[in-house]
C-alpha cells in the first residue's frame, strides 16, 4: 500500500463544487487585489480566532517580515528565536538586518524553552519570535512575562499552528503578532502563497497595512517604505472555504494522532508528547527514534513516505555560517536533529493507511 507523506488532491475532491464556485466569482468580479474577499477573509480568520485584527500578505515569511518592520526593527538589533525550525523564521529576522540570537529547545514539545531566553537577553534585544513547532504552541505565559519584564516585542510564528491552543486561547493572540502561513499543506493551506499577520492593536494594524502595501494608506500618497506582499483574492476566496472546514480537519489530525499513540509500540520510537492545558493542531506527526535513517529507509521500502523536519538546524546552515559565527551551544537542537522523523499526517487518511503505517513500524528491527 502507498501512503504519500500529504495529499492535497484528496482533500481538493471533497470540496471541489464549493472551491470552483468561489474562485469563478473572483472571475466574475475580476477585481484580483485587495478585493472583498480578503476583507471579508481578515474578519472570518480574527472570528476564528476569537480575536485581534488580520491583515493579509503573501506568505508566512512576509506575515514575519512586516510584524518585524511594524516593530521598528532594523541593522544591529536583536532578534531572539530558535535555531530548530523552518529557515523562514531566520530569514525574516535578517532580511531587516537585526541578528538573530537563537536559543536551546524543550526536548520533550521542541519549542523554545523558556527558562533559556533570559540570559540571550541584551540592550540590543528587540523582539522574541517563539515558533509554535509542529502544531504545539510554545509556552507563552512565560515569554510573554519575560517580555513584559524586558519591554519586548512577542512575534508568535504560528505557521504550523492554526487553530492550536493554550488553556482555550488560540496561538496567535498572546503576543504583539501573531504570524500564519497558508502554503499549500498547512493545516488551512491556500491554493499557492498565502499568510497573516494577527494583531492586538489597532494602530500596529494600520502600520501594517501601509506596509503591505507600498507603504500607502491612500494611493500614491506613500507615509513610509513599503513593501508590495498582499494576499490575492483568489487565494482569500478559497482560504475562506477552507476555514470553515479548519475544526474538522484538525479533529481529524487529532484522532489520526491519538492512533498513532495509542497503537505504536515500538521500543525503538517515542511519541510527540500534548501538554497538559495546551491543544496540539498536529500539523506534523514528529517521533523521536534513534534509529531515525533505519526506521525511514524500512518505511521507504514499504512505500510509506516520511520526512525530517529539518535534519540541519539554521546555526549549522551554509547561509547562516557565511553571515554569523557559530557560538551558539544548543546541545538540545542538534541532538534532537539527528533523531526526528515525520510520519504522514494529512485528515484525509484512511485508517487503512494509519493502520498500515503502525504496522510496518512495529514490525521495525535493527
Ligand atoms: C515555522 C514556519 N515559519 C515560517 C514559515 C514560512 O511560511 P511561508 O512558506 O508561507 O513563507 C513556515 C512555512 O513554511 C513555517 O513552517
Redesign the pocket.
Known amino acids: 500500500m502507498f501512503v504519500p507523506f500529504v495529499d492535497l488532491k484528496s482533500q481538493y475532491q471533497k470540496i471541489t463544487s464549493e472551491i470552483n464556485d468561489a474562485i469563478s466569482l473572483v472571475f466574475g468580479k475580476s477585481n484580483f487585489i485587495l478585493g472583498e474577499n480578503v476583507k471579508k477573509f481578515e474578519e472570518e480568520f480574527c472570528q476564528y480566532l476569537e480575536g485581534g485584527y488580520a491583515v493579509a500578505v503573501h506568505?508566512?515569511?512576509?506575515?514575519?517580515y512586516l510584524s518585524l518592520l511594524a516593530c521598528g526593527i532594523s541593522s544591529g538589533d536583536e532578534v531572539i528565536t530558535v535555531s530548530h525550525?523552518?529557515i523562514?523564521?531566520y530569514l525574516?529576522i535578517v532580511q531587516t538586518g537585526a541578528i538573530p540570537i537563537l536559543v536551546d529547545i524543550d526536548p520533550s514539545t521542541f519549542n523554545i524553552d523558556p527558562d533559556k531566553i533570559e540570559e540571550k537577553v541584551t540592550d540590543k534585544t528587540k523582539a522574541i519570535i517563539p515558533?509554535?513547532?509542529y502544531g504545539h504552541p510554545a509556552n507563552m505565559v512565560q515569554i510573554v512575562e519575560l517580555a513584559k519584564k524586558y519591554n519586548l516585542f512577542v512575534i508568535e510564528?504560528a505557521?504550523?499552528a492554526h487553530g492550536s491552543k493554550i488553556s482555550g486561547k488560540k496561538a496567535g493572540l498572546f503576543g504583539d503578532f501573531g504570524?500564519f502561513?497558508?502554503?499549500p499543506t498547512?493545516n488551512l493551506g491556500a491554493y499557492g502563497?498565502?499568510?497573516v499577520v494577527v494583531t492586538q492593536d489597532e494602530k500596529l494594524r494600520d502600520k501594517l497595512l501601509s506596509l503591505r502595501n507600498y507603504g500607502q494608506k491612500k494611493k500614491y500618497f506613500h507615509e513610509r517604505f513599503g513593501i508590495n506582499t498582499r494576499l490575492d483574492e483568489l487565494q482569500a476566496a478559497i482560504l475562506r472555504v477552507k476555514l470553515n472546514y479548519l475544526d474538522e480537519w484538525n479533529n481529524l489530525r487529532r484522532n489520526i494522532s491519538k492512533q498513532y499513540r495509542d497503537q505504536i509500540n515500538s521500543p525503538y520510537v517515542s511519541c510527540p508528547v500534548e501538554m497538559d492545558q495546551y491543544f496540539h493542531v498536529y500539523?506534523l506527526y514528529v517521533i523521536k527514534t534513534y534509529e531515525r535513517d533505519q526506521l525511514q529507509e524500512w518505511l521507504a521500502k514499504k512505500d510509506i513516505q516520511t520526512q525530517i523536519h529539518y535534519p540541519i538546524p539554521v546555526h549549522l546552515q551554509k547561509c547562516f555560517l557565511k553571515e554569523f559565527k557559530n557560538d551558539f551551544h544548543l546541545p538540545v537542537t542538534e541532538n534532537i536533529s539527528k533523531k526526528i522523523l515525520s510520519l504522514p499526517m494529512y485528515p484525509e487518511m484512511s485508517n487503512d493507511q494509519i493502520k498500515y503505517i503502525v504496522k510496518s513500524i512495529n514490525e521495525f528491527n535493527v
Open positions: 506568505s508566512g515569511t512576509d506575515a514575519l525550525t523552518f523562514a523564521t525574516a515558533v509554535h513547532l510564528d505557521c504550523q504570524c502561513s497558508f502554503y498547512k502563497d498565502g499568510g500539523h
